[in-house]
């Protein structure tokens, strides 16, 4: 059976440093920094207390008052960032088979501050179990594509991947593989994650994963850098046209690129430090060069999951010296997760965003706030540190990996 040909026609983006693809490009390639104070609850008693969150965002500027108050903040983010897809797509949806249009979405929590709110509301009652009767629906972490999918009536295949940071780079290697196999001509993919809450940050510092710079947020995510004291929290939505090249070429649609193939592994270690050796992350890149039936010497530009915690930078870079040998000095590597923080389940979805629209511009974002030299880093790798570098990508490969050692890998070219 020969596989279709899959490629990305529209965009959409909710990030801590921009609300639309466009904005988010710009505040990327000049290196601005989404980490901010926490605005939206008391953190004195929190050992970090900022953290990426979206800025100037009214979920009712997008949607009616009365369906947002239906959602959780993750899927209102899933909302507007895929409208803004599905236009940027320019589908005609009069037009469009809708059986043969899917949504598939990653979320590594879902609903967590509608879930800590119920909770908190019954802890703090008389023990009758007063909950909102759409408790269940705003929580669950598949209701971002079931919401989707009923506003604009698309009735292909509709399911949420979950696989905590990779969720979303899950969702776009499913969502690949739907239409190489002829079961879709549309699917529309991506991530959306709102985890910046009381449970979220407490959760997350207990762990010791989140840096606790609380003297200088801006600067806090440091991939690569010495000084790096863990993850930044950030939050939003990364929303992805995907679609059978033939489909997209006979309605004349732009195309941002082909996506070659994805790989997945898993580390089989540890609930949350990855291997040392990075032999998951080994593993997961060359499943992905193989899936897409890509050289090494052909990938330009990697933007890793570099979420600046001191023992996952260290092991993915490693990891990828070993699968690209000489060539991993020629490439140009980056964390974005410096300016926009660990949106988590959203992550993959933003971050292949990112690398797209690199190709599409020639320029690749830099890994911002590198200040000391990482004595356990090759120096010979390419980081783009802290300025953004001009570089005709035409192969870029993005990285996520998960709690639990879930490994997931995108590979896209750009089309001529």
Known sequence: MELKRVVVTGLGALTPIGNTKDEFWDALISGKSGAAPITYFDTEKFKTKFACELKNFNAEDFLHRKEARKMDR????AMVASDEAI?????DLE?????RVGVIWGAGIGGLETFQNEVLNFAEGDGTPRFNPF????????IAPGNISIKHGFMGPNYTTV??????ANAMFDSLNMIRLGHCDV????????????????GFNAMHALSTRNESPETASRPFDATRDGFVLGEGAGAIILEEYEHAKA?????YAEVLGGGLSSDAYHMTAPHPDGIGVIAVMKNCLENAGVKPEEVDHINTHGTS???GDVAELKAISEVFGDHAKNININSTKSMTGHLLGAAGAIESIASILAMEYGIVPPTINHKVVDENIDSKLNLTLNKAQKRDVKVAMSNTFGFGGHNACVLFKKID
């Open 95 to 99: 037009k469009v088979n809708k059986l």
């Open 87 to 91: 236009l940027d797509s320019k589908l």
């Open 309 to 311: 915690t001191p023992l």
């Open 163 to 168: 696989s905590a940071c990779a969720s979303s």
């Open 187 to 202: 699917i529309v993919t991506g991530g959306s994650e709102a985890a910046v809450t009381i449970a979220g940050m407490g």
């Open 74 to 77: 993750f899927t209102q983010y």
């Open 135 to 142: 408790f269940i629906p705003k929580m669950i972490a598949d």
């Open 251 to 255: 309605r004349g649609a732009k195309i």
